[in-house]
């Protein structure tokens, strides 16, 4: 079954097949206002245990411009794990489903949705990673720059979930991946040695320092995410007092490439991670990203359903 729980399990062409597959979706949709519905009768079920808007909106409204329906069920509702056990809820509603997405604090409760799950269960964020994401901002930057290989992305900020889908996606595709983290605040080095064996395939480089300037040196990408994931707001204060020196700034932006794209899963908190100026300014892609994740789901969704 093909369940989307990690970049890391997939080959590099199926990858880029789901990559060129979502442009070619976003091509037909903005030509013609719709997409053939491949996915007619199709039906996806998503769980979430964390607040999310372009998830949600962008899987719902993915399914549906392929012909499908999807439908939402809030935390309050099912409680997962909590009115009944993560394996129940796997059965039970992938006996209604062919497709189910999911977002959960804990990554072991979509590796046990899978495990006990008849259909496929796709990643929508854990604690661990977050490929949905990755997936469609690959494609943002195949879109902007024509390629992947050689080019270089410097993610700056927490080594967290983002930043791990995208290394994996990086190293699986021979894009050349910098990290500039505080200290305490390094990728999980047994990300960083799948990673490794990745990049020996695909002749990408990884970089890790404590340095932004460092990473951002030669980018064609600069990537930085919120410094306080959900689920670990008692740690904001500690944070806002660490992550400072990795604010992507103006003068950091200038330190790239000239013609650098700067990124941002969103949501935002501007004037921490990154500053208005950076946001709204020539070099951000901030907003058309957000729009490629209507696309990227439906590469994602037509692999997952082995439509691809
Ligand atoms: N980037 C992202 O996953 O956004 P949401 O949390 O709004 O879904
Ligand atoms: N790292 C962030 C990403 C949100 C889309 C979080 O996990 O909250």
């Keep these: ?39 007619k009768g ?3 079920g998503m769980l979430f245990q964390k607040p999310s808007l372009r998830t949600r909106v962008s899987f719902e409204l993915a399914m549906v411009q392929l012909g499908g329906y999807a439908f939402y069920l809030s935390p309050n509702e099912v409680k997962l794990g909590q009115r009944e056990s993560v394996a129940d809820v796997a059965r039970v509603l992938s006996g209604y489903v062919d ?17 006990f799950s008849s259909a496929p269960v796709i990643n929508g964020l854990s604690d661990f990673n977050h490929p949905c994401q990755a997936i469609a901002d690959f494609f943002t930057i195949q879109e902007n720059k024509g390629a992947l290989k050689g080019l270089k ?22 894009t050349d991946f910098a990290i500039a983290t505080p200290e ?16 020996r395939e695909s002749g990408s480089k ?4 404590h340095d932004p300037y460092e990473a951002v040196d030669g980018a064609d990408v ?5 410094w306080t994931s959900m689920g670990q707001e008692e740690e904001t204060e500690k944070r806002l007092r660490v992550f400072p020196p990795y604010q992507v700034n103006q003068k950091l932006v200038e ?10 899963c969103l949501p935002a908190h501007r004037g921490q991670e990154i500053t208005d100026e950076v946001a709204d300014g020539p070099h951000s892609v901030l907003f058309t990203q957000a729009e490629n994740r209507m696309h990227a789901q439906k590469g994602i969704l037509a692999w997952s359903l082995e439509a691809i």
């Design 1 to 39: 079954m093909r369940h989307f729980i990690s970049v890391a399990d997939l080959t590099p062409e199926e990858i880029q097949n789901i990559l060129d597959r979502s442009l070619e979706w976003k091509k037909e949709f903005k030509e013609k206002g719709e997409n053939e519905p491949i996915l």
């Design 206 to 209: 990884i970089v890790e320092t």
């Design 42 to 44: 199709k039906t996806l």
């Design 222 to 226: 600069i990537y930085t995410d919120v």
């Design 184 to 199: 305490g605040y390094e990728l999980d080095p047994a990300v960083v040695r799948l990673a490794q064996e990745f990049a």
């Design 153 to 174: 992305l410097a993610f700056v900020g927490d080594g967290n979930n983002v930043a791990t889908s995208l290394l994996f996606t990086a190293t699986k595709l021979g």
């Design 255 to 264: 330190a790239a490439k000239e013609d650098v794209i700067v990124m941002h």
């Design 99 to 115: 497709v189910i997405m999911a977002r959960v604090f804990a990554h072991r409760h979509i590796l046990e949705l899978a495990k």
